[in-house]
């Protein structure tokens, strides 16, 4: 059984004020496949700032956001793959 390799690094920032966080998820699969999401955290403005809170949110929602463009992928490879087999 072939092992494969895949990568996801995740950059996280913050805005000047604290309010904002930023998280970029970037794939770098084995065949040389890039995949890239970015996602937000927007704290409130009356709540105190807990920057681990916004690591996570945003993280997650870049890898959710990831997690879906994978399954598109995925999803359209087999609608390919059946239309090709429906063709012969």
Known sequence: MEAKEWN???????????????????LHAGDGTRHESVAHARRNPHDRPVPQIGDELAAGRALSD???????????????????????
């Open 8 to 26: 996801v690094e995740i950059f996280i920032s913050e805005d000047d004020e604290d309010q904002v966080t930023t998280a970029r998820a970037v």
């Open 66 to 88: 990831l997690a879906a463009k994978l399954i598109e992928d995925g999803a359209e490879d087999v609608a390919q793959f059946a239309a090709a087999s429906r063709a012969r």
